[in-house]
């Protein structure tokens, strides 16, 4: 069973940065693996920040972060990260790691089911 436990986040002002981390136990291979990071404000609908495809090396991102965050893995480790700079207040959200088992052509922040979650981890960006 794939499971996924978070680590990082927590307070920074302005500016500043974070690394959230998510280690991926339960699936051993890259193969066949979509993984992404999420946000959620109390009251907004949750939003898909990055997407990253391990076995291509395929990542994405949403147009608010792009230039300041980036997702990546470590194979070696079965983690992946999420590497925040120049975080904006906009930026203070829960945030999750999520994963799931499918093809590069179904692996996309919008369409994709993601099944997998990790316990989320709070971010807050101080003006």
């Known amino acids: 069973q794939v499971q996924l436990v978070q680590s990082g986040g927590g307070s920074v002002q302005a500016g500043g940065s974070l690394r959230l981390s998510c280690a991926v136990s339960g699936y051993t291979s890259s193969n066949y693996l979509c993984m992404a990071w999420f946000r959620r404000v109390p009251g907004n609908e949750r939003e898909g920040v990055a997407l990253?495809?391990?076995?291509?090396?395929?990542?994405y991102y949403i147009d608010s972060v792009k230039g300041r965050f980036t997702i990546s893995q470590d194979n070696a480790k079965n983690t992946m990260y999420l590497q925040m700079n120049s975080l904006k207040p906009e930026d203070t959200a829960m945030y999750y790691c999520?994963?799931?088992?499918?093809?590069?052509?179904?692996?996309?922040?919008?369409?994709?089911?993601?099944?997998?979650w990790g316990q989320g981890t709070q971010v807050t960006v101080s003006s």
């Open positions: 999520a994963a799931a088992v499918a093809s590069r052509s179904y692996c996309d922040l919008g369409s994709t089911t993601f099944r997998i």
């Open positions: 990253v495809y391990p076995a291509s090396d395929y990542t």
